[in-house]
C-alpha cells in the first residue's frame, strides 16, 4: 500500500462520519498544499467543482476493492459519499505525519 492511500484512510478516520468525494478532493489538495513541500501526495488539475486529482479517484477505487472504505454512490455519478469501513485495520503512518493530519483536521 502506498503512503498516500495510508495518509487517506488515515484522514477518514480522524473525520470519523465520513466525506463526500468531493470535500475529500478538496481535502487532500489542501494538506498537499501545507504538508508536502517537496513530494505532493497528489497532482491536481482545475475542474468545474474546484481541483481533482485522478490518481485520488483511482486509489478511492482501489481501496474500496481491499474493502478498506465504503463508497457510497447516488443517481448524480458525480456525487459520492466516502467512509471508513469499521471492519478495516486502519494503516499504520508514522507520528509526525499522524500529527500533521490530527493539526490539518482541527
Known sequence: ???????????????????SSLKLQKL????????CSKKRLYDFVPYNYGCYSFTLHKDQIK???????????????????????KDSEIPKITNV??????EFIE
Do not use: A, C, P, T
Open 97 to 102: 505525519v499522524k500529527q500533521s493530519i490530527k
Open 28 to 35: 487532500l489538495y489542501l494538506y498537499s498544499e501545507e504538508n
Open 63 to 85: 481501496l474500496e476493492k481491499e474493502k478498506f472504505i465504503d463508497i457510497q454512490r447516488f443517481n448524480d455519478s458525480r456525487f459520492s459519499f466516502i467512509s471508513l469501513n
Open 1 to 19: 500500500m502506498f503512503n498516500r492511500q495510508k495518509i487517506v484512510i488515515n484522514i477518514l478516520d480522524m473525520l470519523q462520519d465520513g466525506v
